[in-house]
């Protein structure tokens, strides 16, 4: 699932990114609500966590803006308690509040709640092809079949499937799933794609010859 973060604050933005995509989403994040309006008209998001306070056009406008065209889910942050903020972003089409400082635990399961809403259940669910994700317990079925991965083969394994079709270099997987950790030598993607492919096949994963890996449905 792809979720839009709207948030100027570098530090908040940041965290909500990280935290996010830990859960398994791709996660974009605009600055403003102007650079947010022209990723919506270029990608199809399921959820869009919004700031209220944003440089030039605020998180109302925004939002007034976006439900002229889209009924996805929208979850509100403020750094303001006032009543009259939260009725007033209901009104507009918020589907739920978030007053900062929040905690990303509660963000997170906040985000989940809204997906579930929108779309069901299934919402934790991912399939691309023969596989199935359960992105809340994050357990791995391959042709029906649960297949035990450790914790980074996961992260690598869902980062590739919810990016289906996009090709990767060592560098940008890195980057993903071994965020924040200096010194890893980029070879060890190299190393987890082996270890993925010996537990899923072959077929799994597809090395694009100077390129990178893809996952292919």
Do not use: C
């Not at 100027?8 to 994040?29: F, K, M, T």
């Not at 919506?40 to 065209?69: I, N, S, W």
């Amino acid at each position: 699932m792809r979720l839009l973060v709207v948030e100027d604050d570098p530090r908040v933005g940041a965290l909500v990114q990280e935290a996010l995509e830990a859960d398994g989403y791709a996660v974009d994040w605009a600055k403003s609500a102007e650079e947010a309006l022209g990723l919506v008209r270029a990608f199809p998001y399921d959820l869009v966590v919004l700031d209220v306070m944003l440089p030039g056009m605020d998180g109302f406008t925004f939002l007034e803006a976006l439900r002229r065209q889209h009924k996805l889910p929208v979850l509100m942050l403020t750094a303001r308690d006032a009543t009259e903020d939260k009725v007033r972003g209901l009104e507009q089409g918020a589907d739920d509040y978030l007053t900062k400082p929040f905690h990303l635990r509660e963000l997170r399961a906040r985000v989940r709640a809204l997906l579930r809403r929108a779309h069901g259940e299934a919402a934790n669910l991912v399939r691309r092809g023969r596989l199935t994700l359960d992105l809340e317990g994050k357990r791995v079925y391959w042709e029906g079949k649960e297949v035990r991965l450790s914790g980074r083969e996961y992260a690598l394994l869902e980062f590739l499937a919810l990016n289906a079709g996009g090709v990767f270099p060592r560098e940008v997987l890195l980057e993903k799933v071994w965020a924040g950790e200096e010194g890893v030598d980029p070879k060890v993607v190299d190393v987890y794609i082996y270890r993925l492919r010996q537990k899923l096949g072959q077929g799994a994963i597809e090395t694009e010859r100077g390129l990178g890996y893809s996952f292919r449905e």
